[in-house]
């Protein structure tokens, strides 16, 4: 099994930072993507943004610019830098891997998630 345990939500104001990180522990053989998704009340759950294991990243325009993302293979974690934080960047933020736990065994996991609110 493997489990993905994320820190760093919170409430902070408009033009705010917070960093989030994501740290994956278990029975982990390789890991290849990861990323983060936020979902907002009464709206679909979106990726916000990627980063594969060769280091290339991916964002979704709304937060090109101001959000990076980045990982620690050392430690398997992810993070996610936000910086000029915005109201409409409200939601529960969820990590995410695609992890091998054998050479052929791959499949997806979730964290449980973590609130980021910004006031206005």
């Known amino acids: 099994q493997v489990q993905l345990v994320e820190f760093g939500g919170g409430l902070v104001q408009a033009g705010g930072s917070l960093r989030l990180s994501c740290a994956a522990s278990?029975?982990?053989?390789?890991?290849?993507?990861m990323g983060w998704y936020r979902q907002a009340p009464g709206k679909q759950r979106e990726l916000v943004a990627s980063i594969t294991k060769e280091g290339t990243t991916t964002y979704v325009d709304s937060v090109k610019g101001r959000f990076t993302v980045s990982r620690d293979d050392s430690k398997n974690t992810v993070y996610l830098q936000m910086n000029s934080l915005k109201p409409e960047d409200t939601a529960n933020y969820y990590c995410?891997?695609?992890?091998?736990?054998?050479?052929?065994?791959?499949?997806?996991?979730w964290g449980q998630g973590t609130q980021v609110t910004v006031s206005s």
């Open positions: 278990g029975s982990i053989f390789s890991i290849n993507a």
């Open positions: 995410e891997a695609d992890v091998k736990t054998t050479p052929l065994v791959r499949r997806q996991y």
